[in-house]
């Protein structure tokens, strides 16, 4: 569970998120399409590719790739691309088994064929780390568990919703390959289904911030961590939506902690912990120029 202040947070940002929606709604599009580059550099960089941002952005926004680089790493990056666009541009299609399974059809498509757009089945265990996910023949049964589950929570608050989905999916680990970057495109899919923007789960902190949560759920069964780390994304995702068409000026956190006199490791600080409405392009806080520290609460 988050504290009352975030929540508050939350839905005061999601007013006006919904006013931009409204009027702006064509801008609001651009902006997560302009963030795909960054999301695929991310949740594969996750998964260990050795693909950089810049690797990234010269396949998906120039179709050039570089000599040296592994082709499998290529159709990963083309291929979750795909998934998250077609994501944004059907976002308010319900979860569902069938949806699940061609999302992982069109992320393997061409680098494993044999495996895409099924759950594991036969013998075909999987080990992640010291954590084995769950017996194959029971894998079809847990997932429609889980997607129905979700679905028939009404009482729960969305990110708690999501937070438990996501810890659950990972813990049952439904396929061969493919479950992280296919996890993270259903955080999006909820999210977006719930009226909110997508976000974007960071490689550089997934040593800090992300996997230690999986462990925390798989000997406590607690998830609040997951709810915590989202409400923090989602928060920066809402500001910088909210930012980005409002005000005149984006500046860095860095130069702005210079113009107004305020420590660069602490505007850091609360720019990760979002008392500022800081926001991250390209792996560097942002933040509006004509923003006053005094506003912070």
């Known amino acids: 569970m988050i504290n009352r202040i975030t929540r508050a947070k939350i839905e005061s940002l999601k007013l006006v998120y919904d006013e931009l929606l409204e009027t702006q709604k064509e801008a609001l599009y651009e902006i997560a399409m302009a963030e795909v580059p960054e999301m695929v550099y991310n949740s594969n960089a996750i998964e260990n590719s050795t693909l950089t941002l810049e690797d990234t952005e010269d396949i998906l926004l120039r179709d050039t790739i570089a000599k040296d680089r592994n082709i499998r790493e290529v159709y990963e990056a083309k291929n979750l691309a795909r998934v998250t666009v077609d994501l944004l541009k059907s976002s308010n299609d319900p979860i569902s088994i069938d949806s699940i399974l061609s999302m992982h059809k069109n992320l393997l498509t061409h680098i494993q064929d044999e495996v895409a757009g099924r759950f594991r089945s036969g013998k075909e265990w999987v080990r992640i780390g010291a954590h084995v996910g769950a017996n194959p023949q029971f894998v079809h049964g847990l997932m429609a568990d ?23 999916f990972e813990t049952i680990h439904p396929f061969v390959d493919g479950n992280g970057r296919i996890g993270r495109v259903l955080i999006n899919q909820q999210l977006m289904r719930a009226g909110y923007p997508p976000i974007i789960v960071q490689n550089k902190s997934k040593h800090a911030d992300y996997y230690p949560l999986f462990d925390e759920y798989r000997h406590s069964q607690k998830f609040d961590g997951f709810t915590e780390l989202f409400a923090l994304l989602l928060l920066e995702s809402l500001h910088k939506r909210i930012t980005l068409l409002t005000k005149p000026k984006i500046i860095s956190v860095s130069e702005w902690a210079k113009q107004h006199s305020v420590p660069g490791n602490s505007a850091a600080n609360k720019a990760a912990r979002q008392t500022i409405p800081a926001f991250r392009r390209n792996q560097k806080w942002m933040i509006a120029k004509d923003y006053e520290p005094s506003n912070e609460k």
């Open 146 to 168: 889980l997607v129905e589950h979700y679905r028939a929570d009404d009482r729960s608050y969305f990110l708690d919703r999501i937070a438990f989905f996501h810890a659950e």
